[in-house]
């Protein structure tokens, strides 16, 4: 079993950044690759980045690219989300996963744990 708390999320204007945390606990971290997902308010969740066990490849939803970077610390257990040039369609409640492939995440599969989220609010 793992356990997944996110931080960081919050209220920012457009353009501003913001950098989400989650915390991993349980089962050796180092064994899973990582993703965010997002669910913005009457859509489905959706991908936005993740990273394999090394932190080695990462990948990441076209929307996202050149502004959120992923990365994680297996020495403190916790994966990253660093936001950049935030937009108002990037808000959205943002969730951390591990899983058995940072591939399969790109396609909403591979995950076996999920965090409860954090929201994260866009002003324009």
């Known amino acids: 079993q793992v356990q997944l708390v996110e931080s960081g999320g919050g209220l920012v204007q457009a353009g501003g950044s913001l950098r989400l945390s989650c915390a991993a606990s349980?089962?050796?971290?180092?064994?899973?690759?990582m993703g965010w997902f997002r669910q913005a308010p009457g859509k489905e969740r959706e991908f936005v980045a993740a990273?394999?066990?090394?932190?080695?490849?990462?990948y990441y939803a076209d929307s996202v690219k050149g502004r959120f970077t992923i990365s994680r610390d297996n020495t403190k257990n916790t994966v990253s989300l660093q936001m950049n040039s935030l937009k108002p369609e990037d808000t959205a409640i943002y969730y951390c996963?591990?899983?058995?492939?940072?591939?399969?995440?790109?396609?909403?599969?591979?995950?076996?744990?999920w965090g409860k989220g954090t929201l994260v609010t866009v002003s324009s």
């Open positions: 349980g089962r050796a971290f180092r064994n899973y690759a």
């Open positions: 996963a591990a899983g058995t492939s940072a591939q399969a995440m790109v396609k909403m599969g591979g995950t076996d744990y």
């Open positions: 990273i394999v066990w090394s932190g080695g490849v990462t």
